[in-house]
């Protein structure tokens, strides 16, 4: 029995060394750390918190992830490159963001008081005149800390090295893998980005010193803010619809109804149905500005039927 269990043992550790694919080694032992890993630098794992005198972190926390990816996506920082024509852009993409909701969420979940979350991820950024896109990396580290996210970038938008590859890996084999700064408590990055003011992001105040590259997120404050921010803007937009309204109706008021009403639930009134022959013109004209009406949702199917019967009724 000693002997087979021995042959058994020699025979794995013989595939091992031998075996022409390494993900054999890499799934059976498989690393306990990792929350979800795509290549060796694009991941999220758990990392030690490190020597700090901030305290130990209050997870385990449970945190929604497609909220948390939302106000992520919010986030917007000043570009200081004279050749950008847009000088405001988002501090992640959308796939960016995504993926930190998804994968923070997880994690967070089960992550221990004296664990961080350290990860990187890669995007692709277009260039001009039909150029090979750019393949840049940003990698860091977020942990949950009274009541908020902190986030600590430490390398951003950094391009990758063909050089390096080419020296690592000159048969392009594989993945080669990076030496990324995942951020620290203690010291700054090179991260100098100035953040665009949001309610419930702000910078980290440590020793006096505002921390550009660490961001502290109150999620429900920043979340509530765009909600509020989305609802002005439908606002605005249900005015402006009244306005062209009125305007095409020749001057009809509109009667007052609480702004917060989605579109799609009004109708037009029956007094300014009553008066919607006004609408002047040539048959296919009037025809025209009625299809208008219900393809902005202010009339329902049912007003636009009755109506265009009218019309043509009066040929």
Avoid: C
């Avoid at 084999?173 to 949001?198: E, T």
């Avoid at 439908?234 to 009809?252: D, F, N, S, T, Y």
């Avoid at 509109?254 to 799609?264: A, D, G």
């Amino acid at each position: 029995m000693s002997s087979l269990k021995n042959s058994i043992i020699t025979l794995f550790f013989i595939l091992l060394v031998f075996s022409p694919a390494p993900v054999f080694a890499v799934g059976f032992f498989a690393n306990k750390d990792v929350i979800w890993e795509k290549n060796r630098n694009e991941y999220f794992k758990y990392a030690d918190q490190g020597k700090s005198s901030l305290g130990i972190n209050d997870h385990p926390v449970e945190l929604e992830a497609k909220q948390l990816s939302t106000v992520l996506e919010l986030i917007k920082t000043q570009i200081d490159d004279p050749s950008e024509e847009e000088k405001i852009k988002s501090l992640f993409t959308t796939q960016q963001a995504n993926l930190l909701g998804r994968h923070l969420a997880e994690g967070l979940k089960k992550a221990k008081p004296n664990q961080d979350i350290i990860f990187a991820m890669e995007k692709s950024v277009k260039k001009k005149f039909g150029f090979r896109p750019d393949r840049l990396f940003v990698a860091g580290r977020a942990f949950y800390k009274n009541k908020k996210l902190n986030i600590i970038i430490g390398d951003y938008d950094r391009p990758r090295d063909l050089g390096y590859e080419a020296a690592v890996d000159p048969t392009n084999v594989g993945v080669v893998g990076y030496n990324f700064d995942h951020g620290n408590r203690a010291k700054n990055s090179r991260f100098k980005k100035a953040i665009i003011n949001m309610d419930g992001v702000e910078n980290k105040q440590l020793n006096n010193t505002l921390r550009s590259d660490w961001l502290v997120i109150d999620i429900a404050a920043a979340s509530t803010a765009y909600d509020q921010l989305q609802t002005m803007r439908k606002q605005k937009e249900m005015a402006k619809k009244r306005k062209e309204l009125k305007e095409i109706l020749g001057g009809e008021e509109i009667n007052n109804r609480e702004e917060t009403v989605p579109l799609k639930q009004e109708t037009i009134p029956q007094k300014q149905t009553d008066h919607s022959n006004k609408i002047t013109g040539t048959i296919e004209e009037r025809l025209t500005v009625l299809k208008r009406l219900r393809d902005k949702d202010l009339i329902t199917d049912e007003e636009y039927d009755l109506k265009r019967k009218q019309i043509l009724d009066s040929l």
